[in-house]
């Protein structure tokens, strides 16, 4: 019978014990099986992947790729081959664009697996043996020390400075302190420190554990069955799309079928020429090139975001974050660069040391009254930073080609190791022989290390600052050794209070010769007191600017982490999130805090608060879906394990790429390629551009189409012939059409795009505020059109054909012109800025003159040569589209000032 211990974290030791029917030992082999039996293994199950075929068929559910379908169908039924391959073309090409956009498998179990080790050291029969982590079950006795990564949950039964690293789990920054201590039912998993979790790894110390957790039945198993329960969801963009989809479908439909019952009913056209018309009418009102032209937008905006370190996952999500109202960020790894950096040093009797510098980088120097302090003339300086070499484990690894440094070891010691680096004297104190150590102990919140030095032993600590006062008599200062006196207490214990308060994580150093060659935890007194070191994990440089980017935009930045409160605070304070002036505000809350609030009081709090700390990924996952109940866009960066529901939940999620899990970027749209949080504005900016030009490729193609309509159902009530060819109607549509629309898709931004507030979430493609524009481009196309065709018709049809098609491509590439930008004159952004427009019109010229003028294939398209006067005639008519855009414009901005 299976059975699971709800809050282990509560339990007495004994209780967990008895509880799951094992004891200090371990199990034996055969309850260790029957329980693999009844509990399965110790796996995460993997999810069922969507399969190639299903993946390829939904390529197909667009309504406007349905309609072209039917318009293929119906073409070859009545023996119109060449249109009929044409449009499959489209259809396959369409299709196979989107296919290879989309095709990549859910990752996120499969990453959830891969953070699980192979092996694990476990007691079975009394005897220690090492069992593949699948073999694991509840009830086992595990065996951890430094190095080890946790392959299951479990409750600690004994411990000696054990320590474990939880960030990508639980979003907290520095290495955890564990112990047995009995914590309440409802402390956080952040705060449960007589547990370890699986997936997270050891820092230091040993430890003994009893597994009460195993597969889905953990905190990050727990993590895995909340993914799988967050829908797939249509991107904004997607539903955008579809609506624009739905618009032309109706109108190519309605179209179509009103010219069938126009020419069957009233003109009495025979049914095949009847159907062939209505085909027609059919492909001029489907944009065939809109699938393919939104993929070719989409493109370029993650293209451009890839030069600017954003690497886009999933293509829709290009245009969404132009829309996004709210940024749910993380701090570790996201606005903070995740490596602890001592900012400050303070030694008794002198003023603060500013150290320059961020990260692991050993480059800075120490700063004091604004002038740079040579080390080696500061003796208590040199003695500080000796002890910060000493006693020390960490280590770093060096990438020349990347000039990346990468910790090995503790976060704390790394950032002391960097600090004596930057003091240039650690090189002659790394030899030094170690004789014993103590790694950190957080009983009595101290390290040592004891060395030897001219027949003397020397013990080296760091640790705790108010733990290391008690047990000091003296002070070290630039004078010499004197008596640690009340005056200097004072002094010292404010500067520890002033640092807490400002969020630093606060260090002591000390020392004192000792007569033995071992560390006596009992014996660590008598020290010389040297100075203090404050460190914090620092903002990125560009954070501020960018939180101050995303606010000018109109965009709400809300830190959400399992970091304390006091430092989530603090860097958001730094960063700009909240200001400065509201200390006497509620500015942040914890879970603890949130949990206790009723339905109203939360959304409350949502609506007013922008940090949030302590938090567990159900409450991530919480504010994400308030947020978007409330109505609001939003955009989630993180780059843990505990951050993947909420990235997956949100409109657009955001991973870190290079300290980021496997799970966060697997789950995300976007990845930032250097972790960096203003790359986040950028992406926004981009996605920007990508919907203007999504609307404005779109209404290119939309203008044309309809205008191809009208000029068709005109003209069969006119008592007119067809003035144009579905195959000829298929030219415009894909060859000019497909050109310059392409080229449009590459139109950069105008310098004012930041400046505006975010777009409507329901803001369709097409509104009302472009119908003028469109109704003014589609009565000059259609008018040129039916009087070319009126004036030619008696010169043959082919020639008035000839004419028709030739306005019609001409007013097309006038329009490109006018769509650059729907609000300034395109002289005003410069009317040959873009390369690659001029060279899209360039080759549709040169496209235009060959099909009407080669002989084959102006037969093969049923045209027939112009003279080169009217073909400049056309061409100057056909300019008019671009004169109407821009007095259209002129008025528009001259009423807006008004």
Known sequence: MKKYLKYPHSLEIKVVIDELTTNINGLSNTDAQERLTTYGPNEIPETKSISIFLLLLKQFKSWLVIILIIAAIISWITGHILDTWVI?????????????????ADKAIASLRKMIVKTAKVLRNGKLITVLT??????????????????????????????????????????????????????????RKNMVLKGTFVAGGYAKIIITGTGIRTAIGDISETLGKIEAKRTNFMKKTDVLAKYMSVIAITSSVLIFLIGY???????????????????????????????????????????????????????????????????????????????????????????TGIGWFPAGNFIQHKNIITVEKNRALQRLLKIATISNNSEFRYDK???????IGDPTEGALSVLARKGRIRNEYTQQKKIDDL??????????????????????????????????????????????????????????????????????????????????????????????????????????????????????????TGDHVNTAVAIAKTTGIIEDNTENDIVALTEQQLLQLNEDEFEKAIKNISVFARLTPKMKLRIAERLQAMGHLIAMTGDGVNDAPALKQADVGISMGIMGTDVAR??????????????VVNAVEEGRIVFTNSRQTSFFLVTTNIAESAT????????????????????????????????????????????????????????????????INVILMAGLSLAAFYFYINDGIEKARTAVFIIMAFTQLFNVFNLRSIRKSVFEIGLFSNKYINLAVSVSILLLILVTEVPFLATLFHFKSLYIVDFVILFALSSLVLWAGELYKSLIKGASKN
């Open 666 to 679: 697997d789950n995300s749209d976007l990845v930032l390629a250097d972790d960096n949080f203003s790359t």
């Open 439 to 560: 790694p950190f102990n957080s009983t009595i919140k101290l390290r040592a290390t004891l060395t030897k030095e001219d027949e003397n032993y020397q013990l080296y600590v760091t640790g705790a600052p108010e733990k290391l006062l008690e047990r000091s008599k003296s002070v070290f200062t630039s004078q010499g050794v004197i008596k640690l006196k009340k005056k200097e207490k004072e002094q010292i214990q404010q500067k520890i209070s002033g640092w807490s308060n400002q969020a630093m994580r606060v260090i002591a150093l000390a020392y004192k010769k000792q007569d033995t060659n071992k560390i006596d935890e009992q014996a660590i007194d008598n020290l010389v007191f040297v100075g203090l070191t404050g460190m914090i994990d620092p903002p990125r440089e560009d954070s501020k600017e960018a939180v101050k980017k995303c606010k000018q935009a109109g965009i709400r930045v809300i830190m959400v």
């Open 401 to 407: 080609k990347t000039n990346i440094y990468e910790l």
């Open 88 to 104: 499959i073309a489209v259809v396959f090409i369409n299709a196979s664009i989107g296919f290879s956009q989309e095709y990549r």
């Open 265 to 355: 009913f009233y003109r009495h056209f025979e049914i095949n020429e009847i159907l062939l018309i209505s085909i027609a009418a059919l492909v001029a009102a489907v944009p065939e090139g809109l699938p393919a032209v939104i993929s070719i937008v989409l493109a370029i905006g993650a293209s451009r975001m890839a030069k600017r370190n954003a690497i886009v996952r999933e293509f829709t999500a290009t245009e969404t974050l132009g829309a996004v109202t709210a940024i749910l960020t993380d701090k570790t790894g996201t606005l903070t660069q995740n490596s602890l950096t001592v900012k400050k040093v303070f030694i008794p009797g002198e003023s603060d040391y500013n150290v």
């Open 134 to 191: 699948p073999q694991l079950v509840p009830g086992d006795v595990l065996i951890l020390e430094e190095g080890d990564s946790i392959p299951a949950d479990g409750r600690i039964i004994q411990s000696k400075n054990f320590r474990t690293m939880e960030a990508s789990l639980t979003g907290e920054s520095l290495p955890i302190s564990k112990n047995k201590e009995i914590y309440p039912k409802e402390t956080v998993l952040a705060d």
């Open 712 to 775: 068709l159902l005109i003209s069969i009530l006119l008592g007119l012939p067809l003035p144009l060819t579905a195959t000829q109607i298929l030219w415009l549509n894909l060859v000019t059409d497909g050109v310059t629309d392409m080229a449009l898709a590459t139109e950069s931004g105008h310098g004012d795009i930041m400046k505006s507030s975010p777009l409507q979430k329901d803001e369709n493609i097409l509104n009302k505020n472009v119908l003028p524009f469109l109704f």
